[in-house]
């Protein structure tokens, strides 16, 4: 008869089963963020200008500049944080890259997610171990890289690119990030709009022209409660994704906003904002799916004079003002029956 132990059946019927094993299992990438230097990590040099370069370890390699060179193999089997001296007596400070200094420095094909937005996008659309994520836009792969390690093993991350050349370059850099193939990533060439086969997603993030052509898709796929986050560049893409949204029925209000990053200088007395700044990258919309045949309450809000054009002015439409004096309102909030009702406003 086998005495060998066996886990306890779980109480509930989606409680995770502790399986028993010798060793802890590494997430992917891991092993690569952690301890000493080895053959394959990635090192950032920084000199004493501040200026960086990446290199990837490799036995019986060299680094070479304009002020000599060292060898790899001094670096393999050290901690972070050493400082290697070149032949001509160049001192480099040696530090894996993190997630934000691999991102500005790693190949592109379209301009990256700045870690400023990707932090919030993870942060803001609740990026949770084990969700189940649809990207739309991979572009160079620097917000898969952070959705990836948000979602962790258990996950999954469903990317979706219409270049064929993008998603080369994003697969090569998620690669050389992680060190492995990630588990959870999945990568399909193609219009989401036209090409979305999954159900029941968690998380759906849209970094494209033209994300409100998917929001019909997105409906469908999006469980309720489910949160759509777009990242758009213009004041023109911001206002059609959130109007998008907002009539088409099945999402709560959106919620549009944007982050700058100032540093500052710190020097002694000498404290004051850095001359330059990260100023405007991009705008992030969120909003959350509604259950089917929900209908959210009325917003009591009224825009501002002139917010809409004339021609919003219709019977049953959204509380909107013209081009010369706000309509009025029926007790719902809906424009009243005759378009040339108006009011004179103070």
């Not at 919030?120 to 836009?137: K, L, S, T, Y």
């Not at 990317?159 to 990630?182: D, L, M, P, Q």
């Amino acid at each position: 008869m086998d005495s060998t132990p066996s886990a306890p059946a779980p109480e509930h019927e989606h409680e995770p089963i502790a399986l028993l094993a010798d060793e802890p299992i590494v997430p992917t990438g891991a092993e690569h963020r952690r301890g000493l230097l080895k053959p394959g990590d990635q090192v950032q040099l920084t000199d004493a200008k501040g200026r960086m370069s990446t290199i990837t370890l490799q036995p019986g390699k060299q680094y070479h500049t304009h002020k000599g060179s060292f060898e790899h193999d001094e670096l393999i089997g050290s901690p972070e944080g050493v400082v290697v001296k070149t032949s001509g007596g160049n001192e480099y400070l040696a530090l894996r890259p993190l997630l934000s200094d691999f991102v500005l420095s790693m190949p592109r094909g379209a301009a990256v997610v700045y870690p400023k937005d990707a932090g919030q996008i993870v942060q803001m659309a609740d990026i949770f171990p084990g969700a189940r994520v649809v990207e739309a836009g991979v572009g160079s792969g620097a917000l898969t890289c952070s959705l990836l390690r948000a979602v962790g093993d258990a996950g999954t991350v469903h990317s979706y690119e219409r270049r064929e050349e993008f998603a080369e370059i994003a697969a090569k850099n998620v690669r050389s990030f992680f060190g492995a193939e990630h588990p959870a990533w999945e990568l399909t060439i193609g219009d989401l709009a036209e090409k979305l086969v999954d159900e029941e997603v968690d998380r759906v993030v849209l970094d494209m022209l033209a994300p409100w052509d998917c929001v019909d898709a997105v409906a469908k796929a999006l469980v309720p409660g489910g949160v759509i986050i777009c990242y758009v560049a213009t004041t023109t893409q911001l206002s059609r994704t959130v109007e998008t949204l907002r009539s088409h029925g099945a999402f709560t209000e959106p919620q549009p906003w944007e982050s700058m990053v100032r540093g500052w200088h710190v020097e002694g007395l000498a404290v004051r904002p850095d001359h330059r700044m990260i100023g405007h990258t991009g705008f992030l919309v969120t909003a959350r799916r509604l259950a089917d045949g929900v209908t959210p309450p009325l917003r009591r809000r009224r825009p501002s004079k002139g917010a809409y054009a004339a021609d919003y002015v219709a019977e049953g439409a959204t509380p909107a003002a013209g081009s010369v004096a706000d309509p009025e309102f029926n007790e719902d909030g809906t424009v009243t029956t005759s378009a040339m009702a108006r009011r004179v406003l103070p």
